[in-house]
């Protein structure tokens, strides 16, 4: 198993500028998750997706969209860039065992940075 | 609303020193789960451990333990005879129990940075 996969892994946007950051899972988990990491910050969710064609907003949602059309991946869309996305991206996936107790497996991350 | 505490930013010990990392939690739920994940330099997330409400033996793991008190909200991580490999960010995060169907988020802490020297 691959595990989590993500493309790119380091991409530089212009503002204003739009790209999809991609995250492929291969675990067939059914819940998958987008996180952000700014520098010397924890984790923060943007969105995550309990199976496909089921999303739901996370903590800090705004400027990104998400779908989820397979059980394998879950893209992430960036419409307009910002200088405040700039960001190490996190793409997630799990599949509990017990109801809440679910490990999440981590992705390598997205190193985005807009100017 | 849940949150984690990691006071500590920075930690520097020199090898083979023992370092504990501390972590303090709040949350209203009386189910929840609390991990553990390592950021070495690559830049990856590691899972290190989960442990869940219930549950508060203390684990030990190799050179790693875990102090789960639930009295005091803190789930703290030591590491004995540290080495240089330990070298990274660790992070504490919480998760609530939540019906199946259902994700259940993590919500982190800030990280402790920790770097091991010769």
């Known amino acids: 198993n691959a595990g989590v996969t993500q493309t790119p892994k380091f991409r530089i946007l212009k503002i204003g500028q739009s790209m999809t950051l991609q995250c492929t899972q291969d675990m067939n988990h059914n819940y998958m998750y987008w996180y952000r990491q700014d520098p010397g910050m924890g984790l923060k969710l943007i969105y995550y997706s309990v199976g496909a064609g089921i999303t739901d907003k996370g903590e800090v949602p705004n400027g990104y969209n998400v779908s989820r059309s397979t059980t394998e991946d879950f893209p992430l869309r960036l419409e307009l860039a910002a200088p405040s996305q700039t960001s190490v991206y996190f793409c997630a996936s799990s599949y509990p065992e017990r109801e809440g107790d679910n490990e999440q497996f981590f992705g390598p991350g997205t190193r985005l940075t807009v100017l | 609303a849940q949150k984690v505490t990691q006071a500590q930013t920075e930690i520097s010990v020199v090898e083979k020193e023992d370092v504990t990392l501390d972590c303090v939690y709040e949350t209203r739920d009386t189910t929840y789960y609390l991990f553990w994940y390592k950021q070495p330099p690559s830049g990856e997330l590691v899972f290190l451990i989960r442990?869940?409400?219930?549950?508060?033996q203390n684990e030990i793991s190799g050179r790693y333990s875990w102090n789960f008190q639930k009295s005091t909200s803190s789930f703290n991580f030591t590491i004995t005879a540290s080495q240089v490999v330990d070298s990274a960010v660790y992070f504490c995060?919480?998760?609530?129990?939540?019906?199946?169907?259902?994700?259940?988020?993590?919500?982190f802490g800030t990280g402790t940075r920790l770097q091991v020297t010769l």
């Open positions: 442990r869940n409400s219930f549950d508060e």
């Open positions: 995060a919480l998760s609530e129990a939540v019906n199946t169907g259902t994700a259940s988020k993590l919500t």
